[in-house]
Every structure is written in C-alpha cells, then in structure tokens.
C-alpha cells in the first residue's frame, strides 16, 4: 500500500499524483481549514486527512503547520494589485472611476475567492506574525493609496479638509463590512442588492460626504475645476 494514502475503501486504482500535485492539494485543503478554523484551531492532522494521506507524508512537503500557513500566504502574495487598476484613472482625478474601482475590484475578488476573505479576517483577529506579509502585500498598499488620495484631493480643494485617514477608513470600512457580512458570515439577505448597485450606492455616499461644497452639487464630478 502507498504509504501516503491514509486507509481507504478498496476501489479503481487511481493515478498516483505527482510530488506538485500533492503539494498544490495540501495546499488547497489547508487554505480551507485556516479559513474556517483560523491558525491556531487547525491542525496538520485535519489537513492530511482532508487530503486522504498520513500526517507524517504532509511533513514531507510541509515540515511543519508554520510553514504550511507560509506557503498558503506566499501563494496570494503574488495576486494582481487593485491599486495599479485605478493607477490611470487617480492620474486623471477621476474620483468615480477611482473610488468604483476600488470597490469593484475588492467585492469581485471576494466573491471568487471568498476563504481568502475569510484568512484575512482570521489574520486580523488572531494577529499571527506569519500573517504581515499577506497585510503588507494586500492591506497595507490598499489603505496607503486611497489615502494618499484622499489627501492629495484635499490639497487640490476638491475635498472637504477632513482627516485623510479618517476618510480613507471609513470608504474602506463599507467595503469591509459586505465582505464580512455577505461573504464571512454568508448572510445575503442583508445585501440581496447586485454588487455593482452595492458599489454606486457606496461611491455615491462617500463622495457627496467628501466633495468640497463648491463642487458638491450639480457640477462636473471629475476633479474641482
């Protein structure tokens, strides 16, 4: 017997994966656990069993639950930055594109990979030390630029002279919410709404909060001239 596979019914014989397929599962079936039970209430145990092989065999590839965890976050450090997305649209003082963007680009990405969401809420609470690269590649730069851009947008008189962090906070804090509510907690009916009305109605609601008076109303919604 494979003394990989944990027991198992008899059945066809299958396929022995490769050393990358089997790593690629492991992987798959720990960002699972981590996101339904967070670091400290999965084990390599769980994960091997989940795959159908021995704990022992997952240390092969993974000698420990830190460098399991490692390896799931290194693997999402590499996704594409929604910064670079609006890059062209702040450059333009685009505020609608800029802030739509954003928004978009955090709820679809949520909704494609919602245990991701659900790792990096578990990071935040349970503050783990391997967890800061995965803020410093994803959180961090997200929360720097809008307010930078907030910031800048105040400068320019465009913005009333609030807090940029403050601002910053609170746009990315409804964002935040969804994601928490619709796809931590899996309570769509607080949200039944499409997520491209979800993300209008939030844009609409920051920016006629922020917007300097003189370019508040029905003027030009692009830059304060």
Do not use: W
């Not at 307010?147 to 804090?173: H, N, S």
């Amino acid at each position: 017997m494979d003394e990989e596979i944990a027991s198992r019914p008899p059945g066809p014989r299958r396929r022995r994966p490769t050393a990358g397929e089997r790593r690629e599962e492991i992987l798959r079936q720990g960002m699972r656990c981590f996101a339904a039970r967070g670091f400290s209430g999965t084990t390599t145990r769980e994960v091997a069993s989940g795959v159908g092989i021995t704990e022992a065999a997952l240390y092969r590839y993974f000698p420990s639950k830190e460098s399991l965890y490692a390896a799931i976050i290194a693997s999402k450090i590499g996704t594409p930055s929604l910064v670079d997305r609006v890059a062209e649209d702040a450059s333009r003082r685009d505020d609608e594109a800029v802030f739509r963007g954003l928004a978009l680009g955090v709820l679809e990405r949520g909704a494609r990979d919602p245990e991701f969401v659900r790792l990096l809420f578990f990071t935040a609470l349970e503050s783990h030390v391997l967890a800061m690269p995965l803020f410093t590649a994803h959180i961090g730069p997200l929360r720097q630029f809008v307010t930078d851009y907030v910031r800048t947008r105040i400068e320019e008189g465009a913005f009333r002279a609030i807090d940029p962090v403050l601002g910053a906070r609170a746009f990315l804090g409804m964002i935040r919410d969804y994601l928490n509510v619709r796809i931590v907690h899996g309570q769509t009916e607080v949200y039944p709404q499409p997520v491209e009305e979800v993300v209008a109605t939030f844009v609409d609601l920051f920016l006629t909060g922020i917007r300097a008076p003189e370019v508040s109303g029905e003027g030009p919604r692009q830059g304060s001239s």
